[in-house]
């Protein structure tokens, strides 16, 4: 299968894993507890998860617990994150959130029956749907209106253009005709009907 290629695209491949596997795995870490969160960046309104792993003073997957996390947005807005342990997860808790608003997000894990704390910042994108300072170019605008029959205005004429939208005419019922005739499925099923007329009179001895 690395014939033809040689070794680059066999070293890129497995290189590739590696970043992936350990950057997932370590994206914040400290003594005793790990987060990690998906997706790694994401944008605002998406639905942002995290998991949690926590061990005990002994260093074992923490089984009896409550892990609490705190959210600190950008204007400073605090938010409580509630963490479910999974069942049979080892010290794995999970939960999520929905950022509002872009920019780096500051999380704080804590775990006071383990005594594990975690301080990471997520970053989560704003965004732009449109650019600001660049209006629409109205010339283009007006050309695609006159070779497509629409109609083109400011923001000021809206109420105008959607008056002259509820004008309009009924659009004309489309009508589609077929040529039975002309079609092979018709002419096969008559073909079958008689044949199956047939063999039955052939059946019952009518024939």
Known sequence: WRRGVEDKWH????????????HQRHLAERAGVRLTFSPETPNAGDTVFLQATVLDASGFPLEKGKVDGKIT????????LDFAALDGGWGVFK????PKQGGPHKIL?????AGRKLETEITVTQPVREKVGQPANFTVLRELASLTG???????????VIEQITLLPEPKPLEQRIRLWADPW???????????????RKLAGMV
């Open 73 to 80: 947005t950008p204007g400073g807005r605090t938010e409580r």
């Open 95 to 98: 939960s999520s959130f929905v």
């Open 186 to 200: 018709w002419a096969g099923s008559i073909l079958f009907l008689l044949t199956a007329y047939w063999v039955s």
């Open 11 to 22: 070293y890129r491949f497995w290189s590739q894993v590696v970043r992936w596997m350990s």
């Open 109 to 113: 894990l804590t775990a006071d029956s």
């Open 150 to 160: 629409g109609a083109v205005g400011p923001t000021a004429e809206l109420a105008k």
